[in-house]
Nanobody, 127 residues
Framework: QVQLVERGGGLVQAGGSLRLSCIVSGYSAERRGLGWFRQAPGKEREFVAGINWSGVITDFATSVKGRFTISRDNAKNTVYLQMNSLKPEDTAVYYC????????????????????WGQGTQVTVSS
């Protein structure tokens, strides 16, 4: 059974930083693409960042480019989201997601592209 467990959410002031982590278990995550999405109240879940299986290719939503970075440690089956210069509009529940496809070369950016999801972690940025 594939499980994704996010950690690291919390309350932070605008301009601050948070680092989210997601541990994947139950399958060989090191051969598959991983991503982060977020969902604010009353809004649809949206793509934040993604990374391909090797970690060489990454992609980011326009709203977070230059502020967020994504990385992975395949030895630990973990993907990270470093969030800097946080803004109140970054407030949302952040979800980790994983693909079933092996060795995908592209970063996928829609919810339908991902097969497994974590339970989410709340990030709240105060102004």
């Amino acid at each position: 059974q594939v499980q994704l467990v996010e950690r690291g959410g919390g309350l932070v002031q605008a301009g601050g930083s948070l680092r989210l982590s997601c541990i994947v278990s139950g399958y060989s995550a090191e051969r598959r693409g991983l991503g982060w999405f977020r969902q604010a109240p009353g809004k649809e879940r949206e793509f934040v960042a993604g990374i391909n299986w090797s970690g060489v290719i990454t992609d980011f939503a326009t709203s977070v480019k230059g502020r967020f970075t994504i990385s992975r440690d395949n030895a630990k089956n973990t993907v990270y989201l470093q969030m800097n210069s946080l803004k109140p509009e970054d407030t949302a529940v952040y979800y980790c997601a994983a693909r079933q496809e092996l060795f995908g070369s592209l970063v996928r950016t829609t919810t339908n592209d991902y097969d497994y999801w974590g339970q989410g972690t709340q990030v709240t940025v105060s102004s």
